[in-house]
């Protein structure tokens, strides 16, 4: 985290349901904390019923805190006026479907004050930029699941934004969709947009997130740089190609994690014996590929972190 | 504050343009409209002022279901497609949305008003070559209580669906209407002040028997409309706004 005052602030969130009086409560959400630096991607991770979309429902005053506070650009984001700067796409979202791609954003852009003159311009310019250019006289009701999704986009963009929070933004698009969507996140960071994402697919997290908040069961469970969380401390990852059969005699004690594809072989190996390892590789005629911090993947991470918290969230 | 206001009403007229139940109900009221005077129980020298009241009934029942409709759907299924998630994420107050959607069935209401009565003064005219300007008159009322029983729906409707809002919103149209009725008799006077009367806008007599409604009763109806509605409206935006989308 940056020492500038974060574009998010999310304290202490908590949120209780009760049905009726008398009934026992549930928490979707417990204590969640977190902040999000200005110009930055972060992630919001997390199993199902994790509490992530009661989290962004509650930072945007769609559903009300049982307790904590909220604020975006420094105002309260509970509050309407708090909102003015946020664009919001919820997960799957949907239109009025008897309007138009034009008429929807244009229905949106004056909602977020958007000055009529701008509106046309500014329509046209968000309907190319999401893939859309040329449906803008088309019905919604003809609109495929991921054109609505990009349209889905458009809309939480209209206003220019200066902190745009994307609830699955990636859900219901092909791949080709998928990476447009991830590089329109890196360059709305590059315009200086905060971006908060809600996702479940960990490989768009890993690509675009500069840090991510992992909930479980209505709690923070990890919190941090991409890199902090996922790079194994004290292990390098190896690539060398060309050693033959098997691994020199000096590499075998200390290398881990072996896989071999082709002539490709990976392992990991404790920091200090990297130039030792290296050296061995030279000598056996093999060809060294690459020597990088040893990495998990974000999948592997996520998978062990919820198996580790279960048990704390099983016991509150 | 219209700024956002006047967007959501222009999405509520813009919707309701697409349903084919208003079109189909206004045919079909005036087809009735056309048929009138036809009606079995006219009498010599009434048949005008039957007319208008047969007339101002129509159109009552007519723009009661038009208005209905809508306002008992409209919230509900923009809560229940997440469509509202667009609207109120944004900078919108909740009771904007809910001031807004009231605003455009209020708006979409007088105009089938609009062209029904139109319509009725058509077909007086064509009748009984008299120019039945008093409808206009009644036509105000019926909007001006429909506004308010539209309030009354959309409050409703904020939280609950459209089931509820129907059957709350009629009994609140009888209750309005049959308070006298239905709290005047001994043991329950002392309800009577609690209950809102919906009479004000019954101006049958002065459009189909008289010459019209007196400007100043007029103005006053416009008050009842603005208190009544007032209320309903600010008890759905409490109600809207403590609920969790």
Redesign the interface.
């Known amino acids: 985290m940056s020492d500038a005052s974060p574009a998010i602030r999310v304290n202490g969130a908590r949120k209780v349901y009760k049905l009726f009086v008398g009934a026992p409560a549930r928490d979707a959400v417990h204590d969640v904390s977190l902040e999000v630096a200005p110009g930055t991607i972060h992630g919001l991770l997390g199993p199902n019923g994790a509490g992530k979309t009661t989290t962004l429902k509650m930072l945007l005053g769609l559903v009300r805190p049982s307790a904590g506070t909220f604020t975006i650009l420094g105002e309260d984001s509970t509050r309407p006026s708090g909102r003015r700067k946020a664009g919001f796409m919820p997960e799957q979202p949907y239109f009025p479907q008897h309007l138009t791609a034009e008429h929807a954003l244009r229905l949106y852009a004056q909602l977020a004050g958007v000055p009529n003159g701008e509106i046309p311009g500014r329509t046209a310019e968000l309907l190319e930029r999401v893939g859309l250019s040329g449906w803008g006289r088309g019905a919604l009701s003809t609109f495929s699941r991921g054109m609505q999704q990009r349209l889905g986009i458009a809309q939480a963009l209209i206003s220019k934004p200066e902190v745009v929070i994307l609830d699955e933004p990636a859900s219901g698009l092909d791949p080709v969709g998928q990476r447009d969507v991830r590089n329109l996140m890196l360059a709305l960071r590059d315009a200086g947009v905060t971006v908060l994402l809600s996702s479940h697919q960990l490989s768009e997290v890993e690509t675009v997130c500069d840090e991510v908040t992992i909930l479980n069961g209505g709690l923070v469970a990890a919190e941090g740089r991409i890199d902090d969380l996922l790079n194994v401390a004290g292990r390098t990852s190896i690539r060398a190609r060309d050693l033959g059969d098997a691994l020199p005699d000096a590499v075998r004690p200390v290398a881990e994690s072996v896989a071999v594809s082709g002539s490709t072989w990976v392992f990991s190996v404790p920091d200090d014996s990297v130039r030792m390892v290296v050296d061995a590789i030279d000598e056996a005629g093999g060809r060294l590929v690459s020597v990088t911090p040893m990495r998990d993947s974000l999948e592997d991470y996520f998978a062990r972190l919820l198996a580790r918290t279960a048990g704390e969230v099983e016991s509150r | 504050m219209m700024?956002?206001v006047?967007?959501?009403a222009?999405?509520v007229i813009?919707?309701s343009i697409?349903r084919k139940i208003v079109y189909v109900l206004l045919v079909f009221a005036a087809l009735l409209a056309l048929a009138i005077p036809a009606l079995p129980s006219y009498g010599l020298g009434v048949e005008s002022a039957v007319f208008r009241e047969v007339a101002m009934a129509l159109a009552y029942l007519t723009v009661l279901v038009i208005a209905l409709s809508l306002a008992a759907n409209r919230v509900p299924s923009e809560v229940e497609?997440?469509?509202v998630?667009?609207?109120?994420?944004?900078?919108?107050?909740r009771w904007?949305y809910i001031v807004g959607t009231w605003l455009g069935i209020f708006l979409v209401a007088g105009g089938s008003l609009a062209a029904f009565t139109v319509v009725e003064i058509a077909v007086g005219y064509l009748t009984y070559g008299e120019v039945m300007w008093q409808l206009w008159h009644g036509a105000v009322a019926i909007w001006l209580e429909m506004g308010v029983l539209s309030a009354v729906a959309v409050a409703v409707s904020s939280i609950t669906g459209p089931v509820v809002v129907v059957t709350a919103t009629l009994s609140v149209l009888f209750l309005g209407h049959g308070r006298s009725a239905l709290l005047g008799g001994e043991g329950a006077l002392a309800l009577a002040p609690f209950v809102p009367s919906l009479e004000a806008f019954n101006v049958v007599n002065p459009v189909a028997h008289g010459s019209g409604v007196p400007p100043l009763y007029m103005l006053s109806m416009f008050a009842v409309f603005a208190g009544l509605s007032g209320i309903a409206l600010a008890v759905g935006a409490v109600l809207f706004g403590?609920r969790?989308?």
Do not use: C, F, H, M
Request: proline residues 4%; positive net charge; glycine residues 8%.
């Open positions: 700024s956002r006047w967007p959501i222009a999405g813009a919707d697409r497609r997440r469509t998630y667009n609207v109120v994420g944004k900078a919108v107050a904007e403590r969790d989308l």
